[in-house]
C-alpha cells in the first residue's frame, strides 16, 4: 500500500498550518443563494469535501464589489459584514473536519458581462474590451482605483470576522487585478500604468491594506497566471516569476500558480486533451524565484503524481479542483492507498464549466451525480424492501444505476450482450485526446463490483432470462443506435461509429466525406486526419460542433484547422452514391465531393424502447434510462441511472 508521505506531511503558509498539501480551489459553483449569501446547498458542498479529507478550501471567488464585480449569476459577496453570518457557518462546516478555509477575493473587471451585472457599468484599467465582447469598458479613474483597493481590504476584514483562515487575492485568469498587472490590457501613463513598478501598484495597495486591517500574520494567498499564454503583449512566465518576487517581498504568504486569461482559456480551463500535470512547471519555475511556498493547480489526477512532484520540490502543495468536484472523497482514499476507487475527473466540462456555470445553471458533473445536493445524497439509507433489480446495458445509465441500487441494498444483476462494460463509452475513448473517457467505464466496474453487482457480459436479456432471474424491477438502459437519414444511398455509407471502432481501417485510399457536423462527426474528422485523411465535414446547419461544451469545441476546432479539415455549412446532402456526395447549399448553389467514403453522423436515436414495452406487456415493471429515455450526454445518463436506483 502507498502512504504519499509527501502529500500527506503538514504543511505551512506563514503561522498557518494545513494537515496535509491537498487544496481545493476556487471554482463558480452558482450554489448561493439569490443575493450572495451562503446557501445551504454551498455548506453541504464544501463540508462533504473537508469530510473527504482535503487540507484546505479556497472559497470561490466571492465578489468585492456588487453588481459591478460579477463573473457568474449565484455568486458569494462580501461587500457588506452582513455577509459573514453565513460565512461563518461555512467556516464552521469545514473547521469540524480539521481542513483550514480561505475566501478568495474576486472583481471581474472586463470578464463579463452586462447581463451579469445587472446592466452596472463595466470598469477597467483602459478602456479595452473583453475577447467576444462588444461592450467597451470604462477607465476607471485614481478616485475608482482607491475606492476599489478599500473594496478588497474591507472584503479581507469582513472574511475575518467570518473566522476565515486567510485570503486569497484573485490576480489571476485576466480578472480586475490582473488587468492592471498585464500590458495586454493596462495601457495607463499615470499612477497605476505605463511601467512594470506601475502596473504593479493596485495589488501591492491591497496587500498593503490587507495587512493593516487583518494583521501581518494573516495568511494572504495570491493567485498568479504565471503565464497569460497570449505571447509577449501579455504578461510571460519571465514576467510572472518577476511578480511573484514582488509579492513575496510585499508580505504574501502563498502564490497559488495558475495560467491563462479568457483569450487563452484552454490554458486555464483545460477539456480533454491536455496530459496530467501540464501545468507544474510553472509552478517549478516560480518557486525557483521565492522562498514562500507555492501551489500548483491544473489537472492534477492522481496521488501518485501529487506526492511525487511535491517529493521533487515543485510545489509545496497541489490543488486538485475538478478532481474533487468528480470524488470528494479523493484525500481519504489516496490516504487510505485506495487510489484506485478514486472517481476520476475526466475533464468533459459539461456541468462544471462553460456551458453550466456561467449562464447560470448550478455546478453538476457528469461523474458525480450528487455534486450540489450533498446534503441529500451524503447518507445512501438502506431501502426498507430489499429487491431483485435487473439492470439491461452496461454503458453508463445502466451501471449506475446497478451501482445506486446495489448501495441501497438491493440485489442488482446487470445483463450486458457485448463482451466489455461501457457501452458508447469504449467508443467515445477512441478518437484522439478522448482516452480520459475510460476513466468512466473503468470507476464504474469496479464500484459495481465492489457493490456486489451481478454482472453478466455476454448475455442478452431476453424474456426468458429474466422470467427466470424474476426481477421485481427492471432497468432498460440500451442506449442509442446511429441515425440513418432518408437520403438516397445512405444505406450504403458508412457510420461513424464503424468508422471510430475501425479506427479508420476499413475505408479505401485517403479521402472522407462526413455527413454531420456534430460531436461525433468532428471527433471522426479528427481521428481520419490523424491518420493522413483529407477530410471535409458537410453539416446542414450554420456551424459545427455547436452541441459542444465551449471550451473543449475551442480545443477541438484549433485541432482541426491545424489539420486543414474543411468545413461546408448550410448544406443539405441530397443524394450519395459511388461517385460520392451531392449536396445543396441554403443559398440554392448544387455542390459535388468525390469520394469513396462517405462517412454518416447525422445523429442517433433511442434503442431499446420495443423491448421495454414487451416487457412491461410481459407483466414487468420497467423504467427507461440514458439515451432510452432520450439523454444523449455522460452527465444525463449517470444522472438519470443514479436516480433511477435511488428511486428503489
Same mark, same amino acid.
Given at each position: ?90 467556516? #464552521? ?50 478616485? #475608482? ?39 495586454? *490590457? ?33 495568511? $494572504? ?21 518577476? &511578480? ?20 487563452? &482559456?484552454? *490554458? ?191 448475455? #442478452? ?10 426481477? #421485481? ?10 441515425? &440513418? ?20 481501417? *476499413? ?68 443524394? $450519395? ?47 427507461? $434510462? ?7 450526454? &455522460? ?14
Amino acid at each position: 500500500m502507498k502512504h504519499y508521505e509527501a502529500l500527506f506531511s503538514e504543511g505551512r503558509i506563514g503561522k498557518l498550518r494545513v494537515k496535509n498539501r491537498i487544496v481545493m480551489p476556487p471554482m463558480a459553483s452558482n450554489l448561493a443563494n439569490a443575493d450572495g449569501s451562503v446557501s445551504e446547498r454551498m455548506i453541504e458542498y464544501y463540508k462533504a469535501r473537508a469530510m473527504g479529507g482535503v487540507g484546505m478550501i479556497i472559497i470561490e471567488n466571492v465578489q468585492v464589489d456588487y453588481p459591478r464585480g460579477k463573473d457568474v449569476s449565484n455568486q458569494l459577496r462580501i461587500d457588506d459584514l452582513k455577509y459573514a453570518a453565513g460565512l461563518f457557518d461555512l467556516t #464552521e462546516a469545514v473547521h469540524d473536519y480539521g481542513a483550514k478555509i480561505i475566501l478568495q477575493l474576486q472583481h471581474s473587471g472586463r470578464q463579463t458581462g452586462l447581463p451579469v451585472t445587472e446592466n452596472t457599468e463595466i470598469w477597467a484599467p483602459s478602456p479595452i474590451p473583453d475577447v467576444g465582447s462588444d461592450v467597451q469598458p470604462k477607465e476607471m479613474t485614481i478616485p #475608482e482605483i482607491r475606492q476599489m483597493v478599500q473594496k478588497f481590504v474591507d472584503g479581507a476584514r469582513f472574511a475575518k470576522i467570518a473566522k476565515c483562515d486567510g485570503v486569497e487575492v484573485h490576480g489571476a485568469h485576466g480578472y480586475l487585478i490582473n488587468e492592471f498587472m498585464s500590458p495586454r *490590457t493596462n495601457k495607463r501613463m499615470d499612477l497605476y500604468g505605463g511601467s512594470f513598478e506601475k502596473r504593479m501598484r493596485f495589488p501591492l495597495e491591497i496587500i498593503k491594506g490587507i495587512k493593516e486591517v487583518c494583521g501581518e500574520d494573516y495568511p $494572504i494567498s495570491f493567485r498568479l497566471s504565471a503565464d497569460e499564454f497570449i505571447g509577449e503583449n501579455g504578461n510571460t512566465l519571465a514576467d510572472g516569476k518577476k &511578480i511573484a518576487k514582488v509579492l513575496e517581498d510585499a508580505g504574501v504568504h502563498v502564490i497559488h500558480v495558475s495560467s491563462g486569461i479568457y483569450e487563452s &482559456i484552454t *490554458t486555464l480551463l483545460e477539456p480533454q486533451g491536455y496530459q496530467e500535470g501540464w501545468r507544474l512547471y510553472l509552478a517549478e519555475e516560480i518557486k525557483k524565484a521565492v522562498s514562500i511556498p507555492v501551489i500548483s493547480v491544473g489537472v492534477l489526477r492522481s496521488p501518485d503524481m501529487c506526492d511525487a512532484a511535491i517529493a521533487a520540490g515543485k510545489t509545496d502543495f497541489v490543488a486538485i479542483g475538478r478532481g474533487l468536484i468528480a470524488d470528494p472523497e479523493w484525500s481519504n482514499k489516496a490516504k487510505a492507498g485506495k487510489a484506485e476507487e478514486i472517481r476520476k475527473c475526466i475533464s468533459c466540462n459539461q456541468g462544471c464549466i462553460g456551458g453550466n456555470v456561467h449562464p447560470g445553471r448550478r455546478l453538476r458533473c457528469a461523474v458525480n451525480p450528487c455534486v450540489g445536493y450533498e446534503g441529500k445524497f451524503d447518507h445512501i439509507e438502506s431501502a426498507k424492501v430489499k429487491k431483485r433489480v435487473a439492470v439491461i446495458g452496461g454503458g453508463p445509465a445502466g451501471l449506475m444505476a446497478a451501482i445506486s441500487a446495489a448501495q441501497r441494498g438491493h440485489a442488482v444483476t446487470l445483463f450486458e450482450k457485448e463482451d466489455k462494460l461501457g457501452g458508447q463509452l469504449s467508443l467515445a475513448s477512441m478518437p484522439p485526446d478522448k482516452d480520459f473517457i475510460r476513466f468512466v467505464t473503468e470507476w464504474q466496474a469496479g464500484e459495481a463490483k465492489r457493490c456486489g453487482v451481478d454482472i453478466k457480459l455476454n448475455t #442478452e436479456a431476453t424474456t426468458a432470462v429474466l422470467k427466470a432471474l424474476a426481477p #421485481e424491477k427492471v432497468i432498460v438502459a440500451t442506449g442509442s443506435l446511429p441515425v &440513418i437519414p432518408k437520403i438516397e444511398g445512405a444505406s450504403d455509407a458508412a457510420q461513424a461509429w464503424d468508422v471510430i471502432r475501425s479506427s479508420g481501417c *476499413t475505408l479505401k485510399g485517403k479521402e472522407a466525406v462526413i455527413i454531420g457536423g456534430g460531436i461525433v462527426g468532428c471527433e471522426t474528422a479528427h481521428m481520419l486526419a490523424d491518420a493522413g485523411f483529407s477530410v471535409t465535414i458537410l453539416e446542414m446547419l450554420s456551424d459545427v460542433a455547436v452541441d459542444l461544451e465551449p471550451t473543449t469545441r475551442g480545443f477541438l476546432m484549433g485541432k482541426l484547422c491545424e489539420q486543414n479539415v474543411k468545413f461546408i455549412t448550410n448544406a443539405i446532402v441530397t443524394k $450519395i452514391d459511388s461517385d460520392g456526395v451531392k449536396y445543396m447549399l441554403k443559398s440554392g448553389k448544387a455542390g459535388e465531393i468525390k469520394t469513396a467514403n462517405p462517412i454518416l453522423s447525422i445523429g442517433q436515436r433511442p434503442f431499446g424502447k420495443e423491448l421495454a414495452d414487451a416487457l412491461e406487456a410481459d407483466g414487468f415493471d420497467v423504467s427507461v $434510462i440514458g439515451d432510452v429515455g432520450g439523454g444523449g450526454r &455522460i452527465i444525463d445518463a449517470t444522472r438519470t441511472g443514479y436516480l433511477a436506483g435511488m428511486a428503489l
